[in-house]
């Protein structure tokens, strides 16, 4: 064991000098002192270091005023812009409708009102003239989530349920009658697309076409709202005066034709008998007089002697179940109070009386819907009474579902709602359908394959039967290209 | 010139090839008439004796069973007929299963490969056609090197979102940053975004990384030492500079293509030459040129024969 001794010059170490003085009383011997301290210990010398270095004449390798400092640095950070308010959800909602890079795809037929109900024309791809690009535009019939941003133009295959749903939605207008739709299908099998060519279908026709793009805006608490006055109904004020600048600008050629003839005395701005039905639209930018003024020329439409009325929504889901927004009371109010959706499922539930014939159209989405019970077995009864409707021979055949005698959680709102609807089951693409669309594909140069009977049908078999969604999935977002 | 010179002696040689047959099949009719067809091919082919045809006039070309002379008395009567048939028996089932044999080492098909089948034959797979190599090897390395956490389906959706991003770009030619040779023009890449991936990696890419040899520099310190990489890894360090960029960058949106488009931008960048990533590379390379005069140091140029 080494000594604490200096082995020069025999002298004993002081502890009080070298340790701190808290440890070490003064008034202990040196030789109890030494027994205590570890003899190998270098943890007094170290701590003695500083107070030498303050010294002159020391040697060279002790640095002096550097100290050992634990742990990372810490980097200066760049103060980086923020994006703008809204920049970055503009960014997501960005709708690009043309791809300078590919291919124009030439002698493609334009989409008419004519095509479009013509059995003949299934299977083929159209071009969408410029007007109803517009069109669709404006009134958000487009979505991000579609593959428009590929093509050099916007065009779109006519399928035999475009044409079967044109066919019904203009016999059904011609008639004067109200035909109230659900469109249902699979993921990715082409509702919302299905639900776009309905809309183009009306604006070819020249009628009056008011889409809500997403239910899921008007119901989930991202858009303000505000109750509205003598009433149970609760409005969406920015929202509406958004919907009626849209319908504005869509409609705006037939709307300009038609003379207001109600007086709308209660209204907050100067309404008059014989101004055009569209001045009631632009008329004010305020969002507390939106609903009124919506309610007014809603009216206002379904007077005899007005155009059809199209009344599309996509996303119905949402609009079927409580919504998320809070009465003052701080219950949750049910969607069907809100007034823009109770303007709708009157619609789509027969309550409202359409005397120049109209279409309601609701499409259901498969991408981030709730489940709903009520809404899944109200279409399902829907679906077979419409089953028995159709073939009256078979109909003792036929079983309408019931009620789950166990599940007390149903929404009689909702049963009201969809009662008495024609559903509309879309399934996947037929092989001549996949092959005319495939080979739009190659003709604008996005996929890279000689379109044969052999990748068609490997495609369509990839898809799930030709789902169209996952046929994108397999030739537009390919990484084997 | 050296005192020994074989050429002498070899030239006088003479190589003489037997008149009457072709090499190929010359071969073929000879063992087919004295060697087993049982006999393995590797010993066929290790014979080197030659042997004459069965009767002279008649060259079997090993596809048909040899038509038996027309007629042998009159056109062979020289011929010592018993000893012809004990040691060249022209046994032409030997030989048909020998020209089948042949057949099939020419990866000629001799047998009805439909027969018990519904639908034709499917192809094997090449060697490169396998599983793993169903993706180009730029798209496979770029989506390895996005992964994270494991998640190669989204590292995968990423990937088809760049490339989609990059259909959709028109990029600038820079003469002063000019791709890679080999690649095609600028304007036409947009339409071939895996050339435009391929392209942008590939220019930017070093060609030399610096070694370090452990304190052969003397002092403690490493010698610097520039060594050329192979491709992968060439694109491998390529594309973590263009990753680092990319994180570097600010989001400036929100949703599912968002990370694609920043590296798609980034890799635009890198093809209109305005990309950080460039200075990298030079930076690179300049060292690489200055580390050259480290192949001469002692502890690693090849020393010189006495």
């Known amino acids: 064991m080494a000594s604490t001794n200096c082995w020069r010059c025999l002298a004993r170490p002081t502890q009080r000098l070298l340790g701190p003085a808290s440890i070490i009383p003064s008034v202990t ?148 009658e109200t035909l109230r739709m659900v469109i249902t299908g699979d993921r990715g099998s082409g509702k919302s697309i299905l639900g776009l060519q309905a809309l183009a279908t009306g604006f070819m026709n020249k009628w009056i076409v008011i889409n809500i793009p997403e239910g899921l805006e008007l119901t989930t608490a991202i858009t303000d709202y505000s109750q509205v006055p003598n009433s149970d109904l609760f409005a969406h004020p920015t929202y509406t005066i958004k919907l009626m600048q849209a319908i504005y600008a869509t409609n705006l050629p037939i709307l300009s034709q038609h003379r207001v003839q109600k007086d709308h005395l209660h209204l907050p701005i100067a309404v008059s008998r014989g101004m055009p039905l569209s001045s009631m639209l632009n008329q004010s930018k305020e969002p507390e007089f939106a609903w009124p003024i919506l309610q007014a020329f809603w009216q206002e439409l379904l007077l005899p002697g007005r155009p059809p009325v199209l009344f599309s929504l996509d996303g119905l889901a949402h609009v079927m179940r409580v919504s998320e927004y809070r009465s003052p009371s701080f219950e949750l109010i049910h969607s069907h109070d809100l007034g823009l959706v109770r303007l709708f499922t009157d619609a789509l539930g027969g309550k409202t009386a359409f005397p120049n014939g109209g279409v309601v159209l609701g499409v259901t989405s498969k991408g981030n819907a709730p489940l709903l019970p009520s809404m899944d077995l109200a279409l399902v009864q829907a679906a077979a009474e419409q089953a028995k409707r159709e073939a009256p021979e078979a109909a003792a055949d036929i079983e309408v579902p019931e009620r789950d005698p166990f599940y007390r959680r149903y929404d009689d709102r909702v049963f009201d709602a969809l009662k008495g609807v024609r559903v509309f089951h879309v399934q996947g693409l037929s092989r001549p359908e996949a092959r005319a669309l495939m080979e739009y594909w190659a003709a604008s140069g996005i996929v890279r394959l000689r379109i044969d009977e052999k990748t068609v049908t490997e495609k369509w078999t990839i898809a799930g039967a030709g789902i169209i969604g996952e046929m994108e999935r397999s030739a537009l977002y390919d990484i084997r290209l | 010139m050296s005192r020994i010179n074989p050429w002498g002696a070899v030239r006088s040689l003479a190589l003489r090839t037997p008149p009457w047959s072709s090499p190929r099949s010359g071969r073929i009719a000879a063992q087919g008439a004295c060697i087993s067809p049982i006999s393995p091919r590797r010993g066929l082919a290790d014979d080197t004796t030659f042997t004459r045809p069965p009767y002279p006039g008649h060259h079997y070309d090993g596809m048909s069973p040899p038509s038996p002379p027309p007629d042998t008395e009159l056109e062979l009567p020289a011929i010592d007929r018993e000893s012809m048939v004990e040691t060249w028996a022209p046994n032409f089932l030997n030989a048909e299963a020998l020209a089948a044999l042949e057949e099939a080492g020419t990866a000629q098909v001799t047998y009805d490969d439909t027969e018990g089948l519904k639908f034709e034959r499917p192809e094997r797979p090449g060697q490169h056609a396998q599983l793993q190599d169903r993706y180009h090897p730029v798209v496979d390395q770029v989506t390895k090197m996005l992964m994270q956490d494991g998640k190669l389906s989204k590292a995968q959706r990423h990937m088809s979102f760049i490339l989609n991003y990059l259909r959709t770009t028109s990029p600038k030619p820079n003469p002063l940053r000019p791709l890679v040779p080999g690649s095609p023009p600028v304007e036409q890449l947009p339409m071939n975004p895996l050339a435009y991936l391929t392209a942008a990696i590939d220019s930017v890419a070093p060609l030399i990384r610096i070694r370090g040899l452990k304190g052969a520099a003397g002092g403690g310190q490493a010698l610097e030492l520039p060594e050329p990489l192979p491709v992968r890894a060439r694109r491998r360090i390529a594309i973590q500079w263009i990753i680092d960029v990319v994180e570097r960058k600010r989001s400036s949106g929100s949703g599912r293509t968002q990370f694609a488009t920043r590296f798609g931008q980034e890799i635009l960048a890198v093809v209109e030459g305005r990309s950080v990533v460039w200075e990298r590379r030079a930076l690179a390379h300049k060292q690489g040129t200055a580390a050259r005069a480290n192949l001469n140091h002692p502890a690693v140029a090849p020393r010189k024969k006495l």
């Open chain 1, 29 to 176: 011997p040196a030789s109890i002192t030494a027994s205590i301290t570890a003899a190998f210990s270098t943890s007094a010398l170290l701590a003695a270091a500083p107070a030498k270095s303050s010294e002159t004449g020391m040697s060279r390798h002790i640095r002096i005023g550097k100290k050992l400092v634990l742990g990372k640095k810490k980097k200066p950070t760049e103060k980086k812009k923020s994006p703008a308010a809204g920049e970055r959800k503009a960014f997501r909602k960005r709708i690009t409708l043309s791809n300078d890079n590919a291919i124009e795809v030439r002698g493609l037929p334009e989409f008419t009102a004519e095509r479009v109900v013509d059995l003949e024309s299934a299977g083929l791809v159209t071009k969408i003239p410029v007007e109803l690009v517009d069109q669709l535009r404006a009134c958000e019939a487009f979505k991000a989530s579609q593959n428009w941003k590929l093509f050099r133009s916007p065009h779109m295959l006519i399928r035999e349920e475009t044409v079967e749903l044109a066919k019904q939605m203009t016999e059904a207008v011609d008639k004067k």
